[in-house]
């Protein structure tokens, strides 16, 4: 690990403050990715802003029933369990569930796992020359490697890395809102601008600034609560990274009806991806398992498998009929 | 042999090695490339094998930093960190995790490194009564904390109840993810994920047992939760 200054805020403010004062700086909030990938040499900040004491970690009710806010630095267990997020959002707290383990969600923070990055192998290991991510221009090692957990929509040239975040496909799912504060103050990104595709600058994971830092994230007020579920395929049956998963909620009515309806995929690609293709297919027709097929059909018509990955474009379409088949299947 | 495998030794990259306990993550328990890189680099020079020079270069990297206008904390920064009820006070690297404070400078061998990546849950502790993963996370940042470790769940000769029950029940077989999987059964027991071997086993995931006494560990969990109440809240 290479040294750095350690210095700690004690309000958002002086967190904004200090990571303006100097280049090479990042917030240190709960480690479970930052403290890895500096041990690996993949991270080397010169100075870390510890920021696990700026007052931000509460869930709380917005007024006039927009929804619900969660300061940045809650626990992502403590989220999980919220009863506030229990009952509104039980998609988000399943996905927060289906995370790494208990201990790492003892210690990460909602901001810090809008944050997460890849776990491509040829990005985690310095050791491995190619990866355009850590080192923009040097190449993709993952395009004629191994890419087992890799890209298969969204991806470029570039770049097939996925984001590996569970919260993030419930939080795409829900449209939240990433509330972020800065020198010049605060401003709002909707999760859907907040991660970035590859593109050609692959090294980039979002369009948060590197001066700002993320003080919320707001829930709006969705009518899903009921009809919602988080679908999460991997190696083994926990403690495991997504290959596929699927953020569901659906509404019918009394005609079979889809009346509203929102997916996400986790594990396909450098964002979390909402599948609105998929979506436009179902508005309006019946619920059964035809149409899960042709609108999972359509959403992956543009996915691109590699060497050892094109087993995730019939995993993804079956993974989204399954989750469909079981938010049609619940009680509202 | 073949030359070009052999590289000289470049200074640059000895400065990046961490004297507080990174040796071993990539000399033993780095990834196999990480490792293979680094060895490929130390068997080309002679003077790389001992490792001296190591924390030489280190030292002088750590000094540079420590000269840096405006730096807010130097590189030896002072630490108050309460363990198992007791204070006290270190002098450490910002870089020394809670782990290698516990093993290396206070000579508290229970927690143990597994993988020193949050992946094995050996090195598991509890903060404030919870469990979390100490190889991730910086000694510095505790201060104020309320860390239990192995060491501090049993009164003197009284084992804990979770202690107890993994000896009852052969909760291991070499022994090395225990300590780990005690402190995360005693915070699994105190969350009330007790409710069924399968939510043992889930809520237990963060542990992973080489030897595979996965079996017992689920009995032994079961049995201590058994003669534990859980949190009413």
Not at chain 1, 241 to 255: H, L, N, R
Not at chain 1, 257 to 278: D, E, F, M, S, Y
Not at chain 2, 56 to 64: F, P, Q, S, W, Y
């Amino acid at each position: 690990m290479n040294p750095f200054t350690y210095s700690r805020a004690n309000d958002a403010a002086g967190a904004v403050t200090a990571i303006a004062a100097k280049p090479k700086t990042k917030f240190l909030g709960g480690g479970t990715n930052l403290i890895d990938l500096m041990k690996m040499g993949v991270e080397t900040p010169a100075q870390l802003v510890d920021i696990t004491r700026v007052p931000l970690a509460q869930v709380e009710e917005l007024p006039d029933g927009k929804g619900v806010r969660i300061g940045a630095l809650a626990r992502n267990s403590d989220v999980a369990e919220h009863p506030l997020i229990q009952q509104r959002y039980p998609l988000l707290s399943q996905a927060l569930l289906a995370g790494a383990s208990p201990q790492l969600r003892n210690m990460a923070t909602v901001g810090g796992n809008l944050m997460q990055r890849t776990r491509c192998y040829y990005f985690y290991d310095p050791a491995f020359p190619q990866c355009n991510k850590r080192n923009p221009g040097s190449g993709c090692g993952a395009l004629k490697g191994y890419n087992r957990i890799h890209a298969i929509l969204g991806q470029s040239d570039q770049c097939i890395a996925t984001n590996p975040s569970d919260m993030n496909v419930a939080l795409a799912a829900l449209e939240a809102v990433v509330r972020v504060q800065g020198p010049k103050g605060e401003r709002e990104i909707p999760i859907a601008d907040f991660h970035r595709l590859p593109g050609s600058a692959p090294n980039v994971d979002t369009n948060l600034k590197e001066d700002e830092l993320i003080t919320a994230v707001d829930l709006p007020a969705a009518p899903f609560a009921t009809r919602s579920h988080y679908l999460k395929m991997r190696d083994r049956a926990s403690y495991a990274f997504a290959i596929v998963s699927v953020a569901a909620a659906i509404e019918i009515d009394a005609g079979k009806k889809i009346t509203a309806v929102r997916i996400a995929l986790g594990g396909v690609a450098h964002k979390p991806w909402r599948a609105q293709k998929a979506e436009q297919q179902l508005l309006g027709k019946t619920a059964d398992e035809k149409t899960f097929r042709a609108a999972a059909e359509a959403e992956l018509a543009a996915a691109k498998g590699y060497a050892h990955n094109s087993f995730k474009i019939e995993l993804a379409k079956r993974s989204i009929v399954r989750a469909l088949t079981t938010v049609a299947g619940m009680t509202s | 042999m073949n030359d070009e495998d052999f590289q000289p030794i470049d200074p640059g990259e000895l400065a990046g090695i961490d004297p507080t306990g990174g040796l071993d993550d990539l000399l033993i328990f780095g990834s196999p490339e990480t490792r293979r890189h680094f060895l490929k680099q130390v068997a080309g020079t002679s003077a790389a094998l001992t490792l001296g020079p190591f924390v030489g270069l280190a030292a002088a990297e750590v000094a540079e930093v420590a000269g840096t206008p405006g730096a807010v904390s130097t590189p030896t920064a002072s630490v108050q960190l309460k363990i198992n009820g007791q204070a006290h006070s270190l002098a450490i690297d910002p870089r020394t995790t809670l782990l290698d404070a516990l093993r290396e400078h206070l000579q508290m061998t229970g927690s143990k490194k597994g993988c020193d990546h949050g992946q094995c849950g050996a090195c598991t502790v509890l903060v404030n009564g919870r469990r979390i993963n100490s190889c991730l996370s910086l000694a510095i940042v505790h201060e104020g904390d309320e860390i239990t470790t192995i060491e501090g769940l049993a009164k003197g000769d009284e084992l804990h109840p979770v202690q107890a029950a993994f000896l009852e029940h052969d909760g291991f077989q070499c022994g090395y993810c225990t300590p780990g999987q005690i402190c995360s059964a005693v915070a699994c027991i105190a969350e009330g994920h007790t409710k069924s071997d399968a939510e043992i086993r889930e809520w237990m995931s963060g542990n992973l047992c080489r030897c595979g006494a996965y079996p017992n560990i689920v009995a032994a969990v079961k049995e201590a939760q058994s003669k534990t109440p859980a949190k009413t809240s």
